[in-house]
């Protein structure tokens, strides 16, 4: 539902991060470990002679390149090859490590506190003494662990996410867009909508009578899968009260009462609205952030 969007120097941090910790404590293992598995050095290595370079780039690859991989694993699979026994057990290994000692520095630099798939609960990265981080967020392989062992350790294959929507994604194969694809623009809107009492008084922000949607009418396939996937709409049913809250703001906070408010704090147009409403820009350092915004344009543009 929320993009991860990587600038330039993110970019650079995040790989430098991750290629130092390859070469400071598995590369040697790594490149033993890959000579001596053919498919593993086929799916690497794909043609050139530098297992080194081929190894970063595998590791490195961005979102389009690992679909790419996987349906060369894919490919792989229908001639039953598969990983042998020792190289799986090395790379889960070395995932559990990356969870443990890289995964907090990471989302550190990425700037998110918030799970991408539903922005409604916290990745938890707490500070400990002595400049020590800890993750206690969960790690959602986006190809899946146990039918692509290859990318367990690939940087873009593990999205940083909450641990109610690992759990529902680990049982069930959608296809949906890697969070690091921002090209692709996810439709997932939500709104408000009459229930059978039809009850004027809600669109004033004076009675709870109404319920809580998803439009679906711009939604794409991805879309569709991710809301099925995540159960967003019974997970943002209950938010009756947060919506209730924005209709009453939304009237409240009159032009006038926000140009004093501005006028007093400093603010422009874009700050007062995301302080009185409770959003911020790419909605990953927010939970609930993406909601608030949909409800408050919902009555915002009504007046
Ligand atoms: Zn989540």
């Given at each position: ?112 506190t918030v799970?991408?798939?539903?922005n ?154 995301s302080?009185?409403?409770g959003y911020t820009?790419?909605h990953l350092n927010r939970v609930l952030s993406?909601?608030n ?11």
């Amino acid at each position: 539902m929320i993009k991860i969007p990587l600038s330039e120097s993110q970019k650079n941090k995040i790989e430098n991060i991750y290629w130092d910790w390859i070469c400071k404590y598995h590369i040697e293992k790594l490149i033993e470990t890959i000579k001596n598995d053919k498919t593993m050095r086929e799916l690497v290595l794909n043609g050139t002679k530098d297992l080194k370079a081929a190894i970063k780039k595998f590791l490195l690859s961005d979102y389009s390149e690992l679909e790419i991989i996987k349906e060369r694993i894919d490919k792989i699979r229908e001639s039953n090859a598969s990983l042998k026994k020792s190289t799986k057990d090395f790379l889960f290994a070395r995932y559990v490590n990356y969870r443990n000692s890289q995964a907090a520095k990471i989302v550190n630099i990425l700037g998110m506190t918030v799970c991408p798939y539903c922005n409604q609960n916290h990745i938890n990265v707490v500070y400990e003494k002595e400049n020590k981080v800890r993750f206690w967020g969960d790690l959602d392989h986006f190809y899946d662990k146990s039918t692509y062992p290859e990318l367990v350790v690939c940087l873009y294959n593990m999205i940083p996410v909450c641990k109610v929507c690992n759990q529902l994604k680990s049982s069930q194969k959608g296809k949906l867009v890697n969070p690091y694809n921002c090209k692709v623009k996810s439709n997932i809107k939500f709104r408000t909508e009459f229930d059978e009492k039809v009850d004027l008084d809600y669109l004033q922000g004076k009675s709870q009578n109404f319920h809580i949607t998803i439009d679906k009418y711009e939604a794409t396939e991805e879309d569709l899968e991710e809301i099925k996937l995540f159960d967003l709409e019974n997970r943002y049913k209950q938010l009756k009260q947060n919506a209730q809250e924005i209709i009453i703001k939304s009237r409240a906070y009159d032009s006038l009462y926000q140009n004093q408010l501005k006028k007093e704090f400093e603010l422009d147009d874009e700050e007062i609205m995301s302080y009185i409403f409770g959003y911020t820009d790419n909605h990953l350092n927010r939970v609930l952030s993406k909601f608030n915004l949909d409800i408050m344009n919902e009555f915002i543009n009504n007046d």
